[in-house]
């Protein structure tokens, strides 16, 4: 681990108690923690999906920040699209010392993978198949669930920057108790039926890098996030950015590394019918 990462926790930690009344997990989010999968899971393939058409000028205009979700799962279709186009591979160059590296569709400081996705999926509780599951059209290879294209509820992994993108498990159950308790608007919890998280990554930056640099990897979330709003709405999904929500309780969530930080998290749900 880098020697400037136990500093940098310490920073996050001491800001992230100036919102939790000075107090670690101040509701005991970390009580209800969906156990983490076993050896074994099999990830979730994401199709090979690409947004529709859009007018650039149109999204940017029509671009909300939405706290309404429909009923129904999200599309495994649209989260697919979703990430492979906000946080995706753009494209791959070569390197001075001949080595291959993917750039992702977010533009990040000195083209490094600055940024981790996960995705916590729960539910809208839908008739007939378990909450808060995300729909797709007879999904091979995934994990075991309540019936065949249905993503169980519990916490991802998003691999991107692989030739054959996936959702890998890392928590199996429902998140909603210990969103509940996590965000400052439990409310939410009950909302949206996904949550993408982005997790600033040290470890793969301050070896280039000094200290400081752990201020750009929040810019560079936030241009990603910017990224996560443009395809919601090019999609014709609600969306929302959340800041509001404990530091340590999430990086428990995620199951983080130390040197792996919560940056920003975007709830994301079906469109409200009607």
């Excluded at 981790?116 to 599951?133: D, K, M, N, T």
């Excluded at 159950?173 to 919890?189: I, K, M, N, S, V």
């Excluded at 201020?215 to 936030?222: Q, Y």
Aim: hydrophobic share 45%; net charge negative.
């Amino acid at each position: 681990m880098h020697p400037d990462v136990p500093r940098l926790r310490e920073l996050h930690h001491e800001l992230n108690r100036t919102a939790t009344g000075g107090v670690d997990d101040p509701r005991g989010a970390r009580e209800v923690l969906p156990p983490l999968v076993g050896s074994g899971s099999s990830p979730v393939p994401l199709p090979d999906t690409a947004l529709p058409a859009a007018h650039l000028g149109e999204v940017l205009a029509a671009r909300r920040s939405s706290y309404r979700y429909g009923a129904a799962p999200v599309a495994l279709d649209d989260l697919a699209a979703l990430l492979r186009a906000a946080l995706g591979v753009q494209r791959t160059v070569r390197l001075p010392d001949g080595q291959a590296r993917a750039l992702s569709v977010a533009p990040s400081a000195g083209g490094l993978p600055s940024l981790a996705a996960y995705v916590v999926v729960r539910g809208p509780g839908v008739a007939g198949s378990s909450p808060g599951v995300v729909r797709g059209p007879g999904v091979a290879g995934s994990s075991p669930g309540p019936e065949p294209g249905l993503v169980p509820d519990g916490v991802y992994r998003a691999e991107l920057r692989t030739e054959a993108p996936s959702l890998v498990p890392v928590r199996v159950g429902d998140a909603t108790p210990f969103l509940a308790r996590a965000l400052d608007q439990p409310e939410l919890a009950e909302r949206a039926g996904v949550v993408v998280a982005l997790v600033a990554r040290l470890d793969t930056t301050l070896g280039r890098y000094p200290a400081r640099h752990y201020r750009t990897l929040h810019l560079d979330a936030g241009v990603a996030l910017g990224h996560l709003y443009l395809a919601t709405t090019a999609l014709g999904l609600p969306g929302v950015a959340v800041m509001g929500y404990d530091d340590t309780a999430f990086d428990a969530l995620l199951d983080l590394p130390e040197d792996q930080l919560t940056a920003v998290l975007f709830a994301v749900g079906s469109p409200v019918e009607g």
